[in-house]
Structure formats: C-alpha cells, structure tokens
C-alpha cells in the first residue's frame, strides 16, 4: 500500500552539514498549515482509490511546529486520504525543541513512532556540526517520549563527522541502545556543496576523519548493533525484530507514495504509467500556488519501464534482503535475473551478489560497494 509523505520545512537553526530542504526563522507555521490542508483537499479525489498503509511527518524539523498543528494535520489526512486502521505513523523530533505537550499530543493525534536526531554523544562532535542539542537535552528527551507511551523509537546517528572517532562513535550507539531505541539509523556523513561544513572542511579549518576511518568505524558498528540485538536490514539501517521501518520499506521496495509540503516529492500509478512528480521548493511559491488552489507541482515526468525496472533494483539492493524475484516478475513480466543477465552474472562472479531461487541480494563487500555494483545494471 501506499504511503503518506508530510514534509515540515522549518529549523530553528540549520545544522553544518545540512543540505536538506528547510529555513530557519521563518514563522508563517499557520498559514504553511493550512496550505498543506488544502493540498491534501486538492489530491483527495485524486487518490481516492488508495489506501494508506504509512504516513511520515519529516523536515525540517516537524517537532518545532507549535502545539496543535501535527494534531490538525493529521486529522485532515484521515479526512482526506483512506489510512488504514494500523498505519505506522511517524514524527520526526529533534531533542531540543520536544516537550511533554507536544509528544503527549503526537500519541493523541495517532502518531505511533518517532524519530530522535542523536546524530553523536559527544558535545564537541554535537558543536562542530551545528546541532542546538547536548547530549543530556538528548536523553531526557528519549525519556519524555517514552514516558508519554512511546516504545517505537528511532534514534539517528552518524559517523565520519568531525572530532569523531570509533570509541566516540561506538558510545553513540551504546547510548542509543541502553535506552531502549527498537530501531537505530547510522549514516556517514555525506559532505554536500553549498553547506557551511562544506566550506569550513574546504579551507582548511574542519578536517574530517579519512574514508579508512570512517570505513571502520562503520564497520565497528554494524558488529557492535549486531551484538545488540538489531538487524541490518537495509545499508544503514538496524531494527529489533519487527519493528523495521514500513514507510522507509515502502521507499526502497519503489513502492507508491503521495508527498504534500514544499519540496515534496511523489510516485504514483496513474492510468497504468509510474509517473514522479515533485512540487515547489520555495516556501512562499507554494504559498502562493495553494493560496490559488492549485497543486503547486515543480515537475512531472512519467518514467519509461526500463527505468522503473532499474529503481527497483537501485531501491531494492539497498535492502540486505534484496529483491524478491518473484514481486519483480509479477511487476514488469520477467525475472529480474533474466533481465539484467550480464549485470547479474558479473556481480555473482565478483562476489558482490548471491542469487537464490527467491532473491537476488548484495553481499556484505557488494553493500560497501552499492554503486559501483549497479553501473552494471544501468
């Protein structure tokens, strides 16, 4: 089933490394609000045929929104969409600006799972890279969010930031695990043009660990989370069992989802075409475009089948189960093994993919070296 993508374009303060959609200071949260009303109103019938298995309120940084409006919003998708009675529903936070109130009110309002931006333990790596959290602001918020009936909770980590190293790393994921964290995401550090961090690391003045450093420490982990009790379940990705992420799932299965917000991004089967789409960046286009009632759609492009079939598996190897032979067949007519014969044989010869008679999946060396392994496929 599909799901339901809310984007929050908000921060108090963008972090270092930060190239993701959002704007800091801004204040026009009511008006943004009701926007997002009126384009979930505007898609309703558009969608009306679909149920949503997942909804995901991400940014940005939702929890910044004053109290009162995630309840709003959500009891405008229901009003809007047809989610299912069992529907993951996922809040995004940062420690610093939860309060007892506000998750209180996300349990109300139906929110079932939330996601925690740790991103380290350590108060330097914390101030290198922006965060406006220490590590004790962290884990009273950890324990707000327990105390108001959470028990699904993601932590986010990452690893190859400045001042880090392995220990400092690996207590990262300590932390996160001694306090009851049912699914913990741990991601390297992707240094992204046109961020401050960026350009500190390009003058000189922030030096970042080496990809050998970085390579260990990611691998230090994934054995030390594997000793925890949690599963690799996709590239960066660790979950006790059954509590793995069914938005994200959705994601890497190129299954369908429907995104409202600035920025926000689509895919659907329309009229029998898979067809992306993405609205507008701006914050105040979008405004404007809604304020008109009108989908404030960026671009639209319906995607030809041989390109469907390549997402598939660029979104399914990044799972450590893989791509199941069977789903694929049922998609597109033919086995994705036979599909993609040449590129299939040279990673099962190189090691970096096993074949089974259900699945064709990466190998531990062939996840380290996902791109690489898909120029093949292309």
Known sequence: MPGLYIHIPYCKRKCAYCDFVSFANRTDHIPYTAALITEMRLYSPLVNSKRFDTVFIGGGTPS???VGLVSRILAEARACFDIAENAEITMECNPESVTEEKLIEYRTAGVDRISLGMQSADDAVLDAIGRLHDTKTFVAAFALAKSAGFTNINVDIMHGLPLENESAYLESVRLAASLGAKHISSYSLILE???PLYAAVSSGSITLPDDDATA???DAGIALLESLGYRRYEISNFAKEGFECRHNLNYWNNGEYLGVGAAAHSALRINGKWVRFSNKTSVDEYLAFLGENKLPLEETKEIEREDEMFECIMMGLRKTDGVSRAEFEARFGIDPVEQF???????????TMEVTEERMKLTRRGLDFQNEV???FM
Not at 341 to 351: K, N, Q, R
């Open 216 to 218: 260990d420490m990611q």
């Open 341 to 351: 014969a040449a590129a299939v044989s040279a990673a099962a010869l190189d090691g």
């Open 193 to 195: 043009e046109n961020t």
């Open 374 to 376: 898909l120029l093949d």
């Open 64 to 66: 910044l929104l004053p």
